[in-house]
């Protein structure tokens, strides 16, 4: 079955840096564009970055571009997010998830169970 | 910056149909989607590509979209549907780049 495990989150102080990680299995992890999305305590989803199949194209959301970095190895079924400078607003779970394919009549459409990555001093 | 717009908060009773809006410029031109996040938990997909349910997902949710709104319709809703639910779309300035409305909390009682 899909399963999609993030790590890495924790408490960072302000302007630190943190990478997260999320290890895919049961698919294809190469055939798929992956996807960070963010939730502030209390607060909605927040799209974060996303990255092409093969790593070669990247986007981001304007309240972190320049600052955060995904990158991913194929050959480790592994995505990532490296994040800099972190700030307090930052404070969020993260999730990771496969962009909404559809095959057939069936749409594939997974998440992880996120990770808790606080900015506090 | 590109947004999508939803209510803050829809109540009904049991049986009941709920209607959650969500509204967006480019909904004419861009699939909207729909999900479902119980508390604690992570999101789940309801509604794909304006008006298709997954398998798996009750009858009772329909998604539409009609000029710049998009839809989300439970239709007798149940008690287990109570929820935050999420609509997410493309950006208009940069195709690349996906967005999601700000939520709207689903009260059935």
């Known amino acids: 079955q899909v399963q999609l495990v993030e790590s890495g989150g924790g408490v960072v102080q302000p302007g630190r840096s943190l990478r997260l990680s999320c290890a895919a299995s049961g698919f294809t992890f190469s055939d798929y564009g992956m996807h960070w999305v963010r939730q502030a305590p209390g607060k909605g989803l927040e799209w974060v970055a996303v990255?092409?199949?093969?790593?070669?194209?990247?986007y981001y959301a304007d309240s972190v571009k320049g600052r955060f970095t995904i990158s991913r190895d194929n050959s480790k079924n592994t995505l990532y997010l490296q994040m800099n400078r972190l700030r307090p607003e930052d404070t969020a779970v993260y999730y990771c998830?496969?962009?909404?394919?559809?095959?057939?009549?069936?749409?594939?459409?997974?998440w992880g169970q996120g990770t808790l990555v606080t900015v506090s001093s | 910056s590109y947004e999508l717009t939803q209510p803050p908060s829809v109540s009904v009773s049991p049986g009941q149909t709920a209607r959650i809006t969500c509204s967006g410029d480019a909904l004419p031109k861009k699939y909207a989607y729909w999900y479902q996040q119980k508390s604690g938990q992570a999101p789940v997909l309801v509604i794909y590509?304006?008006?298709k349910r997954p398998s798996g997902i009750p009858e009772r949710f329909s998604g539409s979209s009609s000029g710049t709104m998009a839809t989300l319709t439970i239709s007798g809703a149940q008690v287990e549907d109570e929820a935050d639910y999420y609509c997410?779309?493309?950006?208009?300035?940069?195709?690349?780049?996906?967005?999601f409305g700000g939520g709207t909390k689903l009260t059935v009682l």
């Open positions: 998830a496969t962009e909404v394919v559809v095959v057939g009549a069936t749409p594939f459409d997974y």
């Open positions: 590509e304006d008006n």
């Open positions: 990255i092409s199949f093969d790593g070669s194209n990247k």
């Open positions: 997410y779309s493309t950006d208009t300035i940069d195709n690349h780049r996906r967005l």
